[in-house]
């Protein structure tokens, strides 16, 4: 069994849900996220991942590349 941990992280810069669809990919492209929901309305992502494969530190990274603020 894997175990997991959720983690929330505020996002600025989302306008559209085209906006949370590029940041769900993104953060959904690092390994070991399982899921990650994202609402532009509330400006957060939550995310359900792996620790041992990544971390929030990785998945803010990962937004702002993707072009959006992020913070823990």
């Given at each position: 069994?894997?175990?997991?941990?959720?983690?929330?992280?505020?996002?600025?810069?989302?306008?559209?849900?085209?906006?949370?669809?590029?940041?769900?990919?993104?953060?959904?492209?690092?390994?070991?996220?399982?899921?990650?929901?994202?609402t532009?309305?509330?400006?957060?992502?939550?995310?359900?991942y792996?620790?041992?494969?990544?971390?929030?530190?990785?998945?803010?990274?990962?937004?702002?590349?993707?072009?959006?603020?992020?913070?823990?």
């Open positions: 069994m894997v175990d997991v941990e959720k983690t929330s992280i505020y996002i600025w810069g989302l306008t559209c849900e085209g906006c949370a669809l590029t940041v769900t990919r993104a953060v959904m492209a690092l390994e070991g996220v399982e899921s990650a929901e994202v532009p309305d509330y400006e957060w992502a939550n995310v359900i792996d620790p041992k494969l990544t971390n929030p530190e990785e998945m803010a990274r990962a937004i702002e590349a993707a072009g959006y603020g992020a913070e823990l």
